[in-house]
């Protein structure tokens, strides 16, 4: 039923077993699905995958819940399964987002019996989306949506592939716009027009074990010497008795964890004063900054190996995440979309969990001196040129950004919205993670807004690996990176 190694998340692998039983008849309308605790027994999952499942099959009208009798498929669900308009989507294996999609699916079924949706997934690996996508579109036969990360939209917006959508809806795009946090609106309009339509909103930093720090007697670090004195304490045999764990810490460095590896380690450019861009616009590698921010972080990588997992130049960015869920490691670096993966790993369930057990905070920087910063990240919506469905597609996705609708995904998931009336919303004391960590976006800060982005940051993603992990000489490898670079890039 789950595959526990494969990066679509859990919940959503037990949802499809479920929705592709009745759609074979394997479970028909009356049947009784297993309990919650049953189904954790069988599987040897955690209760939150099976709860997330479970949840978003009742949201969608699949299946009801009976006091003290169970959890039941729907009269409809066979019929739900079958319906006369297909939209296609293409999206890699990381669908957090997939679940606001499908409940705004299930609202226009209800609300249109006459032109009912049926979504067709088709899912590939992160490495490989751009080709696939880039080749579907090539032989004509191009998905109706995609998710894109914030900094392809500019890539694929001047290529041509996907649909402005103020053509689509003029008045209603305007509104929409105006709402978005500022930096969100920037990242998802191109040459003055909103391409992307984004579903939440997220930010860089380290994620640290609240519970095990207030035993410990300390506090997330705010400064690099503080993070590397907590590394030294986290590795000492005594602190690892006490706590159980087995690494001090854990972030990607390679290539292996994609976008993730530059954009988590971006932060620390800038702290140290740096720019990937120069004043004209066109990348630079060659700064004193980034030399600083690069031996700083040799100091762990290289100097602090035998604190760290041996196989973490290998980590996807899900595995490091999934340590701290574990109790594996005490802090990693990563971003506040990863709180469903650290919740599958755990028997840790909402937010009041997570406020006992964790903490985010803004990366180290060089001193107290220097402003902390973030990176921003998070995934809109974009409509495909060749789609033959744009204008449903449009419909679709104006239910998916509903204030109640999106309240709930952000609110369940602990994400922080792209909206800022929403964002008002939920940084309450009602919801006190979320509290904490939309402030954060404040300091977001933009990864470079390039057309050739996605080709620039695999080339980036190679030149942190070598010199972080492979203990390449840091000048040589700098300068080689920047003269292919401007290669790609005509310079």
Request: glycine share 6%.
């Amino acid at each position: 039923m789950v595959d526990r190694n494969s990066p679509i998340p859990i919940y959503y692998q037990l949802k499809l077993h479920f929705k592709q039983q009745m759609k074979s008849g394997l479970l028909q309308p009356g049947d009784r699905l297993p309990t919650e605790m049953k189904l954790c027994e069988q599987l040897g999952i955690s209760r939150a995958p099976v709860r997330q499942a479970l949840t978003e099959l009742a949201r969608e009208g699949f299946i009801y819940r009976r006091s003290g009798q169970g959890t039941f498929v729907t009269p409809e669900s066979a019929a739900r399964l079958s319906q006369q308009i297909t939209i296609r989507i293409l999206t890699y294996y990381d669908v957090l987002w997939m679940a606001s999609l499908e409940q705004a699916i299930h609202h226009w079924n209800l609300s249109h019996p006459e032109q009912e949706v049926d979504l067709t997934v088709t899912m590939c690996p992160r490495p490989e989306f751009h080709q696939v996508l880039r080749r579907a579109v090539a032989q004509g036969e191009a998905p109706d949506m995609v998710p894109l990360d914030y900094v392809w939209v500019t890539n694929y917006a001047r290529a041509g592939y996907i649909v402005p959508l103020d053509t689509l809806d003029a008045s209603w795009t305007r509104a929409l716009r105006e709402d978005l946090e500022p930096v969100v609106a920037h990242h998802n309009t191109v040459d003055g027009k909103l391409y992307g339509l984004p579903t939440q909103a997220d930010v860089t930093g380290m994620w640290y074990r609240r519970d095990w720090f207030a035993k410990e007697g300390l506090t997330p670090p705010e400064t690099w010497e503080a993070w590397l004195a907590l590394l030294d304490h986290f590795s000492s045999p005594g602190t690892q008795q006490r706590l159980g764990h087995r690494y001090a810490g854990a972030f990607p460095v390679g290539a292996a964890a994609g976008e993730a590896t530059l954009n988590l380690l971006l932060p620390f450019i800038w702290g140290a004063g740096g720019e990937l861009l120069d004043e004209k616009g066109r990348l630079t590698l060659d700064t004193p900054a980034l030399r600083r921010a690069l031996r700083f972080l040799q100091q762990i990588t290289l100097e602090r190996r035998a604190t760290l997992p041996p196989q973490m130049a290998s980590y996807r960015w899900w595995d490091v995440c999934r340590l701290l869920g574990r109790g594996i490691t005490p802090m990693t670096l990563g971003g506040t979309y990863e709180w469903p993966r650290i919740r599958e790993e755990s028997e840790w369930t909402d937010e009041a969990d997570a406020m006992a057990h964790l903490g985010f905070v803004p990366v180290p920087r060089p001193s107290l001196d220097v402003p902390p910063v973030n990176s921003l990240g998070g995934t809109s919506w974009v409509i495909l040129q060749q789609s033959p469905a744009r204008e449903v597609c449009l419909e679709i996705l104006k239910l998916v950004v509903l204030p109640e609708n999106l309240a709930a995904f952000c609110g369940d998931g602990l994400q922080i919205s792209a909206y800022r009336s929403l964002n008002q919303q939920l940084a309450t004391p009602e919801h006190p993670w979320l509290e904490k960590v939309i402030p954060l976006l404040s300091l977001a800060r933009s990864r470079p807004l390039l057309s050739d982005y996605p080709q620039v940051s695999r080339f980036l993603q190679k030149m942190l690996e070598q010199v972080l992990w492979a203990g390449a000489p840091l000048e040589e490898t700098l300068r080689q990176t920047a003269q292919a670079l401007a290669l790609l890039l005509e310079y």
